[in-house]
């Protein structure tokens, strides 16, 4: 069974355009994030949600909305896109103590033309 | 603010050789520190972690020890196969918060 699940994983689209990807854990883990990975490989995390509330909120444009309709799921809308939109974005999961692992989905690779 | 410093890549090695990639972190207190590994075209996984000072994490015969002394968790393997090509990252993560800080990634190439 996946663990923690994204859709799509690739995301080819305009400028201009909004568009989302979703998120599951099956885990059971209160706290959700969103990371995103530029071109040289960094990661950074934008958001962190735990039992559906914001906990974390890098400076992230506020085109960027994530949105966590119950524990389970955390979606990454993203309106009026731009060129340096485009990365790799992981959701991740953790139990949300602290001090344990954070579990990685295979990433959504957004291209933005 | 938490910061991790890992060796430029890229690393070639031939297969059996010795591989150390160096990680080095600054943060208050007493985080936990990980190691994740990316492998191409994949999400990551994480490969160990220790948390707290002079721990030792090991998986699939790797290693890092957490020096306090040094502010280190340097990674280690006596002897490395060409399926351990792959993107590495060394992380932290502060007590108390969910923001994992992560290094700026170490890609292995392994030739046979």
């Known amino acids: 069974d996946t663990a923690v699940s994204q859709t799509p994983k690739y995301l080819v689209t305009q400028m201009g355009n909004d568009k989302s990807i979703k998120c599951e854990q099956n885990l059971g883990h209160d706290t959700m994030y969103w990371y995103k990975q530029d071109s040289k490989k960094f990661l950074k995390i934008m958001f962190s949600?735990?039992?559906?509330?914001?906990?974390i909120n890098e400076t992230v444009p506020n085109r960027f909305s994530p949105k966590s309709p119950d524990k389970a799921h955390l979606n990454l809308h993203i309106n009026s896109l731009e060129l340096g939109d485009s990365a790799v974005y992981f959701c991740?999961?953790?139990?949300?103590?602290?001090?344990?692992?954070?579990?990685f989905g295979p990433g959504t690779r957004l291209t933005v033309l | 603010g938490n910061s991790v410093t890992q060796m430029e890549g890229p690393v070639t090695l031939s297969e059996e050789a010795f591989l150390t990639i160096n990680c080095t972190y600054t943060a208050t207190g007493y985080p936990s520190l990980f190691w994740y590994v990316q492998y191409p075209g994949e999400g990551l996984q994480l490969l160990l972690k220790a948390t707290k000072a002079d721990d030792k994490g090991s998986n699939k015969g790797f290693e890092a020890t957490y020096r306090k002394e040094t502010t280190s968790f340097h990674l280690e393997k006596g002897s490395v196969q060409v399926s351990d090509s792959a993107v590495y990252f060394c992380?932290?993560?502060?007590?108390?918060?969910?923001?994992?800080?992560f290094g700026k990634g170490t890609k292995l190439t392994v030739n046979p």
């Open positions: 949600y735990n039992n559906k509330e914001l906990i």
């Open positions: 991740a999961s953790s139990p949300g103590t602290g001090r344990t692992e954070q579990f």
């Open positions: 992380a932290l993560l502060q007590g108390g918060s969910e923001k994992l800080v």
